[in-house]
């Protein structure tokens, strides 16, 4: 249903390249919530958040920032909860962590590197072309 709602909104965004959310605290507290709210019973955050930022028509730095910002506090709380929960690692994931925390800085750095060479204006539909194949991924194959 997800993949068939993410597709849905990559065509409309092809069809209605001017579509955009007005910039005001209301439209964010609604897509936010609604953002964690699909986030939560989907377990999928990143491909939920991105139409709602993409909503917004946010130039490049902002959207990344954004959206960096939201995935480390969820990060975080989710995290923390587990741990003040009980919840422990065995230890061969606990070195697996330690690994790949490193690794997702390292590629972030790529991801900068390669970002620096989209123009701004085709930012956008750059994006969309990813929603596209998450929504693909997630309705071929669920």
Do not use: C, Q
Request: hydrophobic fraction near 55%.
């Amino acid at each position: 249903m997800l993949g068939a709602v993410l597709i849905g909104y990559v065509v409309f965004l092809f069809w209605k390249r001017s579509f955009k959310l007005p910039e005001n605290y209301a439209t964010a507290a609604v897509g936010g919530s609604l953002s964690g709210l699909v986030s939560g019973v989907f377990g999928i955050g990143g491909a939920v958040r991105s139409p709602f930022l993409s909503a917004f028509n946010l130039p490049k730095a902002a959207y990344l920032v954004t959206s960096g910002a939201i995935a480390f506090f969820i990060d975080v709380t989710r995290i923390s909860t587990y741990i003040l929960g009980g919840t422990r690692l065995p230890s061969r994931l606990l070195l697996a962590l330690l690994i790949f925390i490193p690794l997702s800085f390292v590629g972030a750095k790529i991801a900068e590197r390669a970002l620096s060479h989209i123009p701004e204006k085709r930012f956008r539909p750059v994006i969309a072309v990813f929603l596209l194949l998450v929504g693909a991924k997630l309705f071929l194959f669920p």
